[in-house]
Each structure stands twice: as structure tokens, then as C-alpha cells.
């Protein structure tokens, strides 16, 4: 008998296949002893409402909540070909084990789940769970393969999330668009991201910018600040900063105080997802998805990083044996001149190995594949070096430095400035010695070097004061890189203790926060603007009308501690269900009830309004390519669709009334200038074709 193996993907399925020893057959390559298939990402999903009943084809208020006792699962239409290649493998008498080789995650494991209850197999499953696509890795992972009953609660869990998300998001965004007559869409994860952009918007607009002055004394060797009694360089009274800067300048002071403190800054920790995707929007400009996309890349196809779509900055101790292999791999880049100063390993590891810290994948690190950089875009290899350094530095030892800080005082005003001496570079030398940004290394402080050799006592002698004056400045918009972060700590937006625990790994996983913030923009709900994410005022007002526990991060605290609580089998998935159907129910009268309205002008002054409605349209730019502009009344849903021929058309237009315009302007200053016939009275001016005839042979000429 054969085992059946269910990839994820056709690269990822060609791949195991090449080691398994499968070849080609078309739409499957299969081998002696195994035949390898895959997925295209999702190849089921569930039902819509309108498989429920008749009545849910028609979205009103009266048909609300939607609460079917069962979701029942639905081939993708898009895919069916790839499902039917799937199920007939699967119905094969010479099948007798399925491998679920799908990616290792909670997701992962839906999708091959649902492919295998679609089809009504019933065959025994293994489960194949590897962090690189590495042939050792592959291989590997072949050789301890699972029951794939150890990961029934994964499963359970990433139903229950999906059926959670159906429940709630199907009968809020119904609710809201009939109630309101808008086009609205809500959910337990975009909404309070949203709700993190809006509220920022508001901080923002109620900002009131107050002065602020600071003192500096220039005592030639060096320059210090003044410090007020509170211990900060702000001074809010104008009249105190004019009286110290016009009494100081030739006092003399006496050095109070020198405090010399070493200090040790260990290497940072591995990238997770979350983080490199921070790293990468602020180093490299890439978006959220644009990382992922890449990063995806360098797994799949190079085979030199591991499992993207982790959520652990960690490792465990099984992989550091594997060290030298992965720093060999690097022989032919840029980075081989370090390595050899890495042949011996810090000893102490403990900060970066934490067995506890590691769930279903360990931190990204390089595989021991060997690079090619000639085969990488440039957007995979400024990824991949920014991978590179912070793997080095986790390997390097501590940058340790001292920092001398002296007070003086100057008729007992206080003044204060710092010295920074590097001791051993450490990990910070990777990215000098390599020419790579290392977006761990933040520069050091402004040192004053002048302070080398001063003692406690020492006169010192003011020659000359600066003064300026500065605003307090608003909160700043997100950037993607701070909304990801706003996302993983979303903890820290929530007062309650035990919900400060649930929300450890924050708004959405690691794989989906790319993919909601990108949600949000397609919905017109935010925009991005000169680097920084700006709610739109559809998306204000979804958040200002929007059922209060929506707007918060403490609904998905509240499910992510439940489907923990599932994947551990610690809590059975009925309960959360039925307790999300009656949370279902509840918002949807909690919509209903309110009394408020959505209003339109909040949009501010939109240039496309509905030629029926007279309500703004959205541009929506379709999978095709093809520009729509669609209505946001919900009860018109009047929708222009934008070919290209009708762009072509706009464009020849104003072409051609720019020409005729020239053409008035020519004939004029013609008619003006030449005499006038007795006969007619008119110009000797020609035809608009006899102008553009013209006008075309004098650009020929100016041709040749």
C-alpha cells in the first residue's frame, strides 16, 4: 500500500516529492512508495448564509441572527479541478495512509482537514512536521512522522476559530450594513485594529501643542544640559528659561558629581514574523504582506530560511549542533568574512534557547542550504541579509560599554551631560564589519569626549548659553511596522489582568495580521499615506457605530485563551460555540437597538458621488484589474464598472480638446494679425483638420 502526501502547495508538493522519489503523472507525481499531491492554498471552505435557507439570499434585518446548528463545508469553485485530483487520490484502493504535509500550524492543519472531510475519507493519517524545506529537513521529517490523531485538538481548535469568525462576522457586518444602509463590514480582529487607527486619528485632532524651552551651557571642553527639579531638560515657563540664559554665561560652576558605570547590552533575540516584518517596513520599506510574500520565497523556493510564520523568537537546544552547518552555508556571500570569527559559539545561549518558549516552530533562521545570490531579486536579498545579521548577532558576544555622566552646578541651577565608551563591540561589530543596517544596533547617544578627566571639583566656566524654544508634537500616525507591533502587544491596551494574559499573542497570528491590514485598505476602511496607515471616514464612522466590544481587543482575548484552552485539549470546542452563537445574537440586537445614524458627509468632500443617490463611491480595483466604483448606500448599490477602452476614450478626449484649444488660440492670434477681406470680413484662417494637418507636418519636420 502507498501513502497519499497532501502539500500545501505545488512548489512545496514538488519539492517532497524530488526527495521522496516521486515523478511526474500530470496533475500528482507519485513514486514507489508514496504519491505526492497538493492543495492551492484553501480547496474548501465554508457555506455562505444562503445554503441555510432561501430566505438568508436576502440581506435583512427581519432574517437576523443567522445561526445554523451545523456549518456544513463547500468545495471552492475556483479549485475544483485541483479538489476532484485530490479526491480521487484519495478513493484509490492502493491508498491506505494520507500524510498531511500541509504547513505545520494550526491553519495548516484545517486545510487538510476539511480536504479529507469534504471527501468523506475515513483512511488512517500521519502527520509530517518540519520547520525548513531542506532535503535533510524533508527527510528527516519523513522518518518521525506522526499520528495524526496528536493533532485532533489543533484541528478542533482552527474549526472552532473559523466557525467563530463565520457566526460573528457574517451576522454584525449583515446587521450594520442593513441597519445603517451602508456597505460595512465587521469582525473580532479588523475591527479593533481599526479601532487602533481611529482612535489615534481622534488623539490627534484633539491635540493642543504647548512650548517648551531648554538651556545649554557650552563650557568649552564640553556641553551640558540644564535639568529642572523634575529631572527633565523641558522648561514650561519662558520667563525662568530667559533668566537662566541671560545670567549664566561667565558664571563659574563646580563639578558635583562623576559616576562611571559599565554596562552589558546582550545580543537581540531571533526574528519571529511579527518582527521582521517591522524591521522590514522600517529598513526597507516593504509592506506587512510584501515581507510575508518574500520571506514565503526564500522558504519555498531557495530553501534558505526556515517556516516563515512563526511566533517565536526562540530555539531549541536540538538545533544548536546545527549551527556550524547553517554558518557553512553562508561561505559564498558577503557574510563569510564573519563567520570565521563565529567558529566558537558563545558559550552562553540561554537567551536565545528556551525549549518553553517554542510551540509549533522556532525562531527564522538560515537552513544549511548554500546561498546563491545570483538567484535572489533584490527584494529577497535585502530580506534575506536582514535575516542574515540578526542570526550572527544572536551568536555573538555582549557589547559592553561604560557610560560617565557628570553634574555640575552653576549657582544652583543643575547641568548634566554623558559620555559613551564602547568596550568590546560585540554583536554590534556584525553589522560594521558586514556594511549591513542592524536595526538591533539603535545608535549610541550623543557623547561629550570632553568630559575624559574631569573630577568631582573641578571649576568649570560657562562661555556661552543656547536657547531654544520647541512645541510639543502630536501623537504620530501608525506606520505598518507600529501597527504590527500595536497588534502583538495588544495586551497592553487592556486594563484587565487575566485579559492581559489572554491577549499574550495579541491581535491575529503572525500569518494574518499582513493579510487583515490589507483587508482594511481594500474596504476603503484606511489608507496609506507618505509611509503611515490614515483611517478613511467610512472607516471612523464603522468604528464610532460599531457594538462597543467590537472596537476592543478583548473579544479576541477572551476566544484566543478558549482555542488555547481547545488545542490542549483542556476545553472541549462545543461550549465555545454555543457560547459564540448566543455573543452572535447579542450584537446583532445590540446593532439594531442603536439609535445613531451613518452619515455620509463624515466623508468629507467626495469627488465621485452616485449618479442615483447622490452618496460617495469607492474606487475598488477588482482581481482582473479592472476599476469599479461602487455606491456605499446599501439599499442603492448602484456600481460603475471602468474599462480600459473607456480610459483610452477619457485620454484621447482631453487630447483632443487640448488640441482644439491650441487650434482657438492659433486662429485667433492669426485673425488678429492678418488683414481683413472687404468681401467677407473674415480671416484668412484654415479648417481645426487643415490646423492639426499642419500641425502634424511641422513635428516631422522637427524631426528630420
Not at 510564520?309 to 557574510?335: G, N, W
Request: net charge neutral; aromatic share 8%; glycine share 6%.
Amino acid at each position: 500500500m502507498k501513502k497519499l502526501v497532501i502539500a500545501e502547495k505545488p512548489s512545496v508538493g514538488r519539492e517532497l516529492a524530488s526527495v521522496l522519489g516521486c515523478t511526474n503523472r500530470g496533475k500528482y507525481l507519485e513514486g514507489p512508495s508514496y504519491v505526492v499531491t497538493w492543495a492551492l492554498g484553501h480547496l474548501v471552505t465554508l457555506c455562505p448564509p444562503d445554503t441555510y435557507g432561501e430566505k438568508y439570499r436576502r440581506w435583512t434585518l427581519g432574517n437576523l441572527p443567522m445561526l445554523p446548528p451545523v456549518l456544513n463545508t463547500m468545495v471552492i469553485e475556483k479549485t475544483r479541478d485541483q479538489y476532484e485530483t485530490v479526491k480521487e487520490l484519495l478513493d484509490r484502493e492502493d491508498i491506505g495512509t494520507v500524510v498531511i504535509a500541509t504547513d505545520a500550524g494550526r491553519e495548516g492543519e484545517l486545510v487538510a482537514r476539511w480536504i479529507l472531510k469534504q471527501a468523506g475519507c475515513k483512511k488512517p493519517t500521519q502527520r509530517l512536521w518540519i520547520s525548513s524545506q531542506t532535503e535533510s529537513a524533508i527527510k528527516q521529517g519523513f522518518e518521525n512522522l506522526r499520528d495524526g490523531s496528536e493533532y485532533d485538538n489543533l484541528y478542533y481548535a482552527a474549526e472552532s476559530r473559523s466557525y467563530a469568525d463565520w457566526y460573528i462576522g457574517f451576522n454584525v457586518s449583515r446587521a450594520m450594513s442593513c441597519h445603517f444602509d451602508s456597505r460595512l463590514s465587521a469582525g473580532r480582529v479588523q475591527t479593533p485594529t481599526l479601532a487602533l487607527i481611529t482612535e489615534r486619528e481622534d488623539e490627534i485632532e484633539s491635540f493642543a501643542g504647548k512650548f517648551y524651552w531648554t538651556v545649554r551651557a557650552d563650557f568649552g571642553r564640553f556641553k551640558a544640559s540644564y535639568f529642572t527639579e523634575d529631572g527633565t531638560v523641558k522648561i514650561h515657563d519662558e520667563g525662568k528659561a530667559q533668566e537662566l540664559y541671560s545670567s549664566l554665561k561667565g558664571k563659574t560652576g563646580r563639578v558635583t558629581s562623576v559616576k562611571k558605570v559599565s554596562k552589558t547590552e546582550k545580543p537581540p533575540l531571533a526574528y519571529d514574523l511579527t518582527e521582521l516584518q517591522r524591521d522590514a517596513n522600517t529598513m526597507l520599506g516593504f509592506s506587512a504582506k510584501q515581507t510575508l510574500d518574500t520571506l514565503q520565497r526564500l522558504y519555498e523556493v531557495h530553501k534558505i530560511v526556515t517556516y516563515p510564520r512563526t511566533d517565536s523568537r526562540y530555539i531549541t537546544d536540538d538545533i544548536v549542533p546545527t549551527f556550524p552547518q547553517r554558518l557553512e552555508a553562508l561561505k559564498d556571500t558577503p557574510f563569510a568574512s564573519v563567520c570565521p570569527k563565529l567558529s566558537e559559539i558563545r558559550t552562553d545561549l540561554s537567551r536565545l534557547v528556551n525549549n518553553e518558549m517554542v510551540s509549533d516552530h522556532h525562531a527564522l533562521l538560515p537552513t544549511e542550504q548554500p546561498v546563491r545570490l545570483d538567484r535572489l531579486t533584490s527584494e529577497e536579498r535585502a530580506l534575506w541579509e536582514l535575516v542574515i545579521t540578526r542570526f550572527l548577532e544572536t551568536l555573538s558576544a555582549d557589547y559592553e560599554y561604560s557610560t560617565t555622566t557628570v553634574e555640575i552646578d552653576v549657582d544652583g541651577s543643575l547641568f548634566s551631560a554623558r559620555m559613551t565608551m564602547p568596550d568590546r563591540q560585540g554583536w554590534r561589530d556584525i553589522s560594521r564589519m558586514t556594511g549591513r543596517r542592524s536595526s538591533a544596533a539603535a545608535p549610541d547617544d550623543e557623547s561629550e569626549y570632553g568630559l575624559y578627566g574631569l573630577k568631582e571639583g573641578s571649576p568649570v566656566t560657562v562661555n556661552a548659553v543656547e536657547l531654544k524654544r520647541f512645541a510639543t508634537l502630536p501623537p504620530q500616525r501608525y506606520t505598518e511596522a507600529d501597527l504590527l507591533y500595536a497588534m502583538e502587544h495588544a495586551g497592553r491596551l487592556v486594563d484587565d489582568r487575566e485579559l492581559k494574559k489572554r491577549l499574550e499573542n495579541g491581535l491575529g497570528t503572525p500569518a494574518t495580521r499582513a493579510d487583515i491590514i490589507e483587508k482594511l485598505i481594500q474596504n476603503n476602511c484606511m489608507e496609506r499615506k507618505d509611509g503611515f496607515l490614515v483611517p478613511t471616514a467610512k472607516g471612523r464612522e464603522l468604528v464610532r457605530l460599531v457594538p462597543p466590544q467590537l472596537r476592543s481587543a478583548e473579544l479576541t482575548g477572551r476566544w484566543e485563551q478558549r482555542l488555547f484552552a481547545i488545542s490542549h485539549g483542556e476545553e472541549s470546542e462545543k461550549p465555545f460555540i454555543e457560547d459564540i452563537k448566543k455573543n452572535a445574537a447579542d450584537l446583532v440586537k445590540e446593532v439594531i437597538s442603536n439609535n445613531d445614524s451613518y452619515d455620509p458627509s463624515r466623508m468629507g468632500d467626495p469627488k465621485h458621488l452616485c449618479p442615483a443617490c447622490k452618496w460617495p463611491m469607492v474606487k475598488v480595483i477588482d482581481a482582473e484589474g479592472k476599476t469599479h466604483f461602487v455606491c456605499q448606500r446599501f439599499s442603492c448599490g448602484y456600481e460603475e464598472i471602468v474599462t480600459k477602452k473607456q480610459i483610452r476614450d477619457k485620454i484621447l478626449l482631453a487630447r483632443s480638446v487640448i488640441k482644439e484649444s491650441h487650434y482657438r488660440t492659433a486662429q485667433r492670434k492669426e485673425r488678429d494679425a492678418a488683414p481683413v477681406r472687404k468681401d467677407t470680413g473674415t480671416s484668412t484662417g484654415g479648417t481645426f483638420a487643415d490646423f492639426i494637418r499642419a500641425s502634424e507636418e511641422r513635428k516631422k519636420g522637427r524631426k528630420h
